[in-house]
């Protein structure tokens, strides 16, 4: 068997996916806060302090209004909020 079949493989891996997290839209209602933002994400402790991009995904229903600044939003979490009266900023 040749050389290259035998040795483990290995390839790239993005420096962006080691800083970045993720957000459950459930886990906004622990949030103290109805401004989300990554700041109010890394005081509230749902990511960690060296965290320099995060996420929200999810979807289901929120108990308030929720407005989400400078924090990336799945389509289904996008849509969760705004049903429950919350907005989406840049």
């Known amino acids: 068997m040749p050389l290259q079949r035998r040795l483990p493989k290995f390839g790239f891996s993005s420096r962006k996916s080691q800083a970045r997290e993720d957000v459950r839209l459930v886990a906004l209602e622990?949030?103290?806060?109805?401004?989300?933002?990554?700041?109010?994400?890394?005081?509230?402790?749902?990511?960690?302090?060296?965290?320099?991009?995060?996420?929200?995904?999810?979807?289901?229903p929120l108990t308030r209004a929720y407005t989400v600044t400078g924090v990336p939003v799945t389509k289904g979490a996008r849509n969760s909020i705004e049903t429950a009266g919350g907005r989406i900023g840049d």
Do not use: M, Q
């Open 30 to 60: 622990k949030l103290g806060v109805a401004d989300v933002t990554l700041v109010s994400l890394k005081a509230a402790g749902l990511i960690s302090k060296n965290a320099k991009y995060a996420k929200i995904f999810g979807e289901g």
